[in-house]
C-alpha cells in the first residue's frame, strides 16, 4: 500500500492542534515513525484489524491524543496502560509526554514483543512493557510501584476493568477508561466504592464516531 507521507504529516500536525496538544518536531517524527512500524508489524502480527495508514492515524493516533490534555490536569508522573496491545494509546502517550513513566501491559506475547520493539526503535526510555494478567501484576515486583493513572481503551467492561486493576492504584490516582457511546449499563454495575467523577464527549479531529473518556475514583 502506498503511504502518503506528507499527508500522515499534515494530518498529524492538524489534527493535534485540534485536539489542544502541542508537538515539537521530535515528536511528530517519532509518532509517524510509530505508525509506520505499527503498519509493518501488523501485517504478520495482526495487532490492529485497521490496515490503512491514514484510517490508523485517525482511528488510533489521534484517538489517542485526545484524551491528553484531560489526562494532563491530574499531573500524573506514573501511568498503566492496560490491555495495550499495538501501544494504544500508551506508546503515543509516552512518545507526547516523555516526563511521564508509562507501563504497558498486556497478556499476549506477540504483542508485547512489538512494544518492546516500539520502545527500543523509537528510543523511550519512559517505557516499560509488562507481560502477564493485569490482576497478577504486583508493585514491587512486577511493576514498581502503584500508578496515578491506570487506563484502557477497549479492554474490559468498566465493572471488571476496576475489579481486575485497582489494587494497583495509588492513593488520590484514578482509573480512566476509553469508551465509544456512553456507557450507563456498565456505570450501574460498577461496585458501591467507585465513582464516576468526570464523563467526557471527546471530539476527535477527522474521526466522525462516538466517543468518551470516563474517570474512575475510588473510595468509600
Known amino acids: 500500500m502506498q503511504i502518503n ?58 484517538d489517542s491524543l485526545a484524551i491528553l490534555p484531560h489526562l494532563s490536569r491530574c499531573a500524573p508522573s506514573n501511568l498503566l ?6 501501544g494504544l494509546p500508551g506508546v503515543v502517550l509516552a512518545i507526547a509526554q516523555p516526563a511521564w513513566k508509562v507501563t504497558l501491559n498486556d497478556i499476549v506475547h506477540k504483542k508485547t514483543a512489538f ?26 515486583v512486577e511493576v514498581e510501584r502503584p500508578f496515578d493513572i491506570i487506563l484502557s481503551r477497549a479492554f474490559a467492561k468498566l465493572a471488571d476493568f476496576v475489579s481486575l486493576a485497582r489494587h494497583l492504584l495509588a492513593p488520590g490516582g484514578s482509573i480512566w477508561a476509553m469508551k465509544g457511546t456512553q456507557p450507563a449499563t456498565e456505570i450501574e454495575a460498577l461496585p458501591a466504592d467507585a465513582k464516576v467523577v468526570n464523563m467526557i464527549e471527546l471530539a476527535v479531529p477527522f474521526l466522525d464516531a462516538k466517543r468518551h473518556l470516563v474517570q474512575i475514583k475510588l473510595g468509600a
Open 5 to 62: 507521507s506528507r499527508l500522515l504529516a499534515n494530518t498529524l500536525n492538524e489534527g493535534a492542534m485540534a485536539a489542544g496538544v502541542v508537538l515539537n518536531d521530535n515528536q511528530q517524527t517519532r509518532l509517524l515513525a510509530y505508525l509506520e512500524l505499527l503498519t509493518k508489524w501488523n501485517r504478520v502480527y495482526n495487532l490492529t484489524a485497521i490496515r490503512d495508514p491514514y484510517q490508523m492515524l485517525v482511528q488510533h493516533l489521534l
Open 81 to 86: 496502560d492496560v490491555g495495550s496491545g499495538g
Open 115 to 140: 512494544l518492546q520493539q516500539a520502545k527500543v526503535t523509537l528510543a523511550l526510555p519512559n517505557v516499560a512493557v509488562v507481560t502477564g494478567r493485569v490482576e497478577s501484576l504486583q508493585p514491587g
